[in-house]
């Protein structure tokens, strides 16, 4: 018996299966892998920088409201009808009834209460001053005179980004 080995000979069509990634197929994986890495990443980043504005914003928010809480409780303890000393559209100053000399300002974009910073990130404070009748007061009296306040309005306005926002309250001062 004679054994005859098969002859060497090509693959019938469809019979041979690659084994090996060429080149081009590689190169091609890898292009589109960072493609897809890229635009997976630039997501993620803004995702990111979403979480921190809206994280910022609703901090200053709130570091605002509490400053604004605060200021509408000093105002209310006014101190009698003479302890008003500055009521302007920017500033107040008065005595509370424990004779403290309260002041609140707006410094560049941190609103102040004497020298101590009770909010940063301010960008606007307003007070609006109203008599007796519910009149807005443009030039309210001050002390030595009787002042003629007798409720105030304040807003706060903050920004971030291109957004902004306005907290106000209305204060009744307790001994006007």
């Not at 493609?35 to 910022?56: C, G, H, N, P, Q």
């Not at 009748?133 to 706060?156: C, G, H």
Request: proline share 3%.
């Amino acid at each position: 018996m004679t054994h005859n080995p098969r002859p060497k000979t090509a693959c019938p069509a469809g019979r041979h299966k690659a084994k090996a990634v060429t080149l081009i197929e590689l190169i091609m994986a890898i292009t589109i892998v960072g493609i897809l890495t890229t635009a997976a990443s630039m997501y993620i980043k803004e995702t990111i920088d979403l979480w921190r504005f809206v994280t910022f914003r609703s901090e200053v928010a709130a570091q605002v409201r509490t400053a604004l809480i605060r200021m509408g409780r000093e105002i209310r303890q006014l101190k009698d009808a003479l302890s008003v000393y500055t009521a302007t559209a920017g500033r107040f100053r008065f005595d509370d009834i424990n004779a403290n000399n309260i002041d609140y300002q707006l410094s560049g974009s941190n609103l102040m209460r004497n020298a101590d910073i009770l909010a940063g990130g301010v960008s606007g404070l307003s007070f609006t001053y109203y008599d007796a009748d519910n009149n807005a007061i443009t030039a309210p009296l001050v002390s030595p005179s009787n002042t003629d306040i007798r409720r105030i309005n304040i807003s706060l306005s903050i920004q971030s980004g291109t957004q902004s926002k306005t907290l106000t309250t209305q204060v009744y001062p307790r001994n006007l």
